[in-house]
């Protein structure tokens, strides 16, 4: 059974940070290229950042680019999402998925085939 588990959403003040995991099983994880999203009620998901696991190929949306890290631990099947630098117009709830094959740059919400249940990630002072 394909699964992927996000942990890791808090409420943190504006200028914290924070970091999200991805818990993958399943599927050969090393073979695949994931992702992060997010999405905030009443707007549509957006894709913010992915990795290719086997290369570490990596992509970031402008919006989180030089702040967010995404990384991932092939021996554990779990990616990560180092967020620093948090703004208030981070809060979201934050998903990850699987996107496919594809180098990291093809990272939309129209290619993630499998999804988590998301997190929730609230900064507020």
């Known amino acids: 059974q394909v699964q992927l588990v996000e942990s890791g959403g808090d409420l943190v003040q504006p200028g914290g940070s924070l970091r999200l995991s991805c818990a993958a099983s399943g599927f050969s994880f090393g073979y695949y290229t994931l992702g992060w999203f997010r999405q905030v009620p009443g707007k549509e998901r957006e894709a913010i950042s992915c990795i290719k696991t086997s290369d570490g190929d990596t992509y970031y949306a402008d919006s989180v680019k030089g702040r967010f890290t995404i990384s991932r631990d092939n021996a554990k099947n779990t990616m990560y999402l180092q967020m620093n630098s948090l703004k208030p117009e981070d809060t979201a709830v934050y998903f990850c998925?699987?996107?496919?094959?594809?180098?990291?740059?093809?990272?939309?919400?129209?290619?993630?085939?499998?999804w988590g249940q998301g997190t929730q990630v609230t900064v507020s002072s």
């Open positions: 998925a699987v996107v496919g094959w594809e180098p990291a740059r093809y990272c939309t919400v129209a290619r993630a085939q499998i």
